[in-house]
């Protein structure tokens, strides 16, 4: 079966230290993967996208990579600050769905002044 | 910066009820999504919609749900008879071209309760 997976435990940290956080996928082939913020009562806010064909990407203090061999992409904040504690989210954009973005259940950032 | 706006933002309802939760979608944006989340559980796809026709829909999106553009500007949500299962929060989102290299905006989404 298809499934997209995030580390469920929280991650607490403290600031100023990378964050990583893990997104794994199974029976998704090929596929772009977005990731997203988002905080307690809001909606998802876009934050990285990599396509199938990139191994990393970067913006500013955030850093995507992905595996498609290991089916994984992992997601590092760096010099992280406690403005950062949210919840990130991973989707899949599989192929000719129609846009349909496939979430995991989201990783919960807290970061510790 | 523009953004999608959602109505209202906290709807009650009861159950066997019809609602409509509305959404206006950034105004360039040519597809339109709505999602759903349970509390403490994922996001879940509902369908997308491009130029007057639904592109894609989940096996959520029964025959109680629908989707209008009634005009330029709106994007709506129908539940013609809410259930209990319903309760959820409702996020719309819009993209300016559908495709995987594209983001999507989510609006600040419509928290339903169904009573």
């Known amino acids: 079966s298809q499934k997209i997976e995030q580390n469920s435990e929280a991650l607490n940290i403290q600031e100023g230290k990378t964050a990583t956080l893990t997104c794994n996928y199974t029976n998704y082939s090929p596929a772009y993967l977005q990731w997203y913020r988002q905080d307690p009562g809001r909606g998802p806010v876009f934050l990285l996208l990599i396509r199938e064909n990139e191994k990393e990407k970067r913006k500013e203090r955030l850093k995507v990579t992905f595996d498609t061999t290991l089916k994984q992409s992992l997601f590092h904040i760096t010099a992280s600050q406690p403005a950062d504690s949210a919840t990130y989210l991973c989707?899949?954009?599989?192929?000719?769905?129609?846009?349909?973005?496939?979430f995991g259940q989201g990783t919960e950032l807290s970061v510790k002044p | 910066e523009p953004e999608v706006t959602q109505t209202p933002s906290h709807q009650v309802t009861q159950m066997g009820q019809e609602v409509i939760l509305r959404c206006v979608p950034i105004?360039?944006?040519?597809?339109f999504y709505w999602y759903r989340q349970i509390l403490g559980q994922k996001v879940e796809f509902l369908v997308s919609?491009?130029?007057?026709?639904?592109?894609?829909k989940s096996e959520i999106f029964d025959d109680q749900f629908s989707v209008e553009r009634p005009d330029g500007s709106n994007f709506t949500l129908k539940i013609r008879s809410t259930k209990l299962e319903d309760s959820a929060m409702y996020f719309c989102?819009?993209?300016?071209?559908?495709?995987?290299?594209?983001?999507?905006?989510f609006g600040p989404g419509t928290r339903l309760t169904v009573t």
């Open positions: 105004s360039n944006h040519l597809y």
């Open positions: 989707a899949l954009l599989p192929y000719n769905q129609g846009g349909k973005l496939i």
């Open positions: 989102a819009s993209s300016e071209v559908g495709g995987r290299d594209y983001e999507q905006y």
């Open positions: 919609f491009y130029n007057n026709e639904i592109s894609e």
